[in-house]
């Protein structure tokens, strides 16, 4: 963590260099910045040929200022990015940008934390990265989350103004997340509900993967630009395909082989989780590739079902074991409520028929008919 | 990201027939370099990454038959272990790099008279020339400083 | 997630099912809760059991005459081919099963997902095939009214888009899986007042004209 701190709050002299000088007072090559360059190509499916470009103007860019800010959120994001190493690669890109502002990670406090925030903006005007986590408050103003005497809204527009782009690192910031969650009694919104002139990136998920974050960071510091988003604005080289389809419990999905508890044959001889609410056919990010903690492991080869974390409002889609193909809620009442109106209307309607035609038999004067032998006349 | 790069069916890998797929793309570049090399000197080089591609450990293992093992051999110690060896065939090589937890992060087919990151940077060559007259300097002084304390004995 | 697959999977298929239930339960009770008929003529001598003559004709009518077996054959055996792989289908599929199970609160084995779509599949082209033959089909076609093409086509839909997002074609599998709920809403709707309704009252109407049969005219 000392390591962390003293490459993310590199003094401010030193932005005067390029990277690449920076980088070689503290000893670390070329070749090194090469070697990130290809994992970030790879991780990004950039073509290979790609990172050699990526590092030479990754060494000639100055470091790149960094505002981060924490809105109604649980830190988890963080918590992902900066335990996401082993001192190694990825760290790589905290000697890349220059985090001037993360009231999770700063030393100062107080005044004296603002005051760097607006001394970045200032010196870094039109050209540094915003990013936040957590999601923002509307309603009463948005006086349900403040720091310093600001709210969230007004610190996200303040400092939205002047940036070059936004990245909404996680579902709060993307789409709401959890602070939203019915009945969302803050009236929280994700970052593009409110700044509409700025590029945003979403990187979902609850928290991101700690590669997409670092590889979204890398794209836009290296390439200068922002990479191919979907239509929920997410980078495509991670949140382009679904889940189910690069599972690798996919072939037992394939031939109709179901876990049905998580302690039954099934599930001991780990086969697909669709029955136990696996929305992984729903679900668009990385978690089957690139796995977690370092490439350990990912919820489904865990034993448990994709709860769809890097989708808009996974939290109210009904249960997380539900399985995708049943209805969200309510339908046992609805179909018992059902049920009886419709007795309760075919008994009342035949009892009126009934009614009527004994009027007109008895208008006609004809006798009641006798019962015929045949006791499977009626229907 | 596992050991076996790029593989989401481990449970049953077989050979998709990816690996001899590659040879035929390897040596196009391979005559292209040749070519480029008649007229000179040159640096060129083309990268097919193989973590990019749905290949199987079976797939990569295969492919790595097929190339051989050629005369060098290389270890870059940076930010974790990169292996570097040419393969049987001149000009192709593979680089493997590795993080620091030695789980595969980049495995490449690079295709040149050599990967650049055996090769020495400019920017790392003029850091050197300044740190080794540094060097160099300190020793002088520490040679006078030390002949100084002679003189004064 | 699609908003789409959220409305499909929420407040359409509650609406649709209910009007399944409701429509289903209102018809077969109004049907069932109807006065006995007047029946002025004397029952033919020596008439057998009621049940007997139901049953009878609802065996009678699984297979065709032998007089109109050439002419009967491919409805005959189109027919049973789609109906079998419409009920592979819809009963044996996994996804469907922990649907029923959810309403009905208890579910069965399922079968393998291949195997189903091989079903699926069966059932799209014979279904087709019913729909092109009722359209070629002179005699048929004057029989026919909108109620068939109805129950045919919204028959149809379901299982097309089924099969599309099993196999992941087209669109993205939110969209392909909402649609198909969707679909299945539709033809829940429709179900309980047009000729779907057979489901229910296939054997019914065949015991019935059966028994009539049996009673009615002299013996040979």
Redesign the interface.
Known sequence: MAKLFKNMFATSESTALTL??EL?QKGV????I???S??V??LM?L???Y??AIAESL?KARRQSVIWLSFQECTGCTESITRSF?????D?IFDFISLDYSEALMNVSGSAAEAARKQAMEENKGKYIVVVEGSIPLDKDGIYSVSGGHTNLDVLKEVAKDAMAIISMGTCASFGGIPAAHPNPTGAVGVHEIIKDKPIINVPGCPPIPEVMTGTIAFLLSLGKIPELDHLGRPKAFYGDNIHD???R??FYERGEFANSFDDEGARK?YCLFNLGCKGPVTYNAC????WN???SFPIQSGHGCLGCSEPGFWDKGSFYSPLSTPTSGLGKAAMGAAAVGTAGAVVASLVQRKRRENILKAAAVPKPTETKLGADDE | ??KAP?S?????VPLTGLSIALLPEIIAHLQDLAEKLKKGPVFA?????L??LPMTREDIEDLDKHLGHGEVNAK?E???N?DVWETSYSGVWR?R?F???D?I??D?IVIAVIP??LMA?K??IS?SVLRMNDTILNLQQDGIASNQTKSLD | MSDLLDFARGPALQVSVMIFIFGVLYRLISLFLTPKNFIASPARENVKGAFGAGVGEIVRRMIPDKEYMRKEMFAFLNGWAFHIGLAITVFGLAGHIMFFKKILGFGWWNLPSNFVMLAGVITLFSLIASLAHRLTDPVLRKLSTLDDYLSGGLTVLPVATGLLATMHLGLRYETLIAIHILSVCIFLIYFPFGKLMHAFLVFVTRAKTGVEMARKGVKL
Do not use: W
């Open positions: 690449g000088e070689a090559s070329r070749r090194q090469l070697k990130f290809s994992y190509a790879a499916a073509p290979a040929s990172s050699t060494s082993s001192p190694s690669l990825e790589l690069r599972c690798y996919r072939p780990g089957a590739t690139i796995k370092g490439g350990v | 990201m596992t790029s989401c069916h481990e449970n049953d080089q083309e990268i097919i990454s973590r990019g870059v940076v930010a974790g990169s680089v790099h993080g620091t937890d789980r992060l980049v490449d650049e990151i940077h920017d790392d850091a």
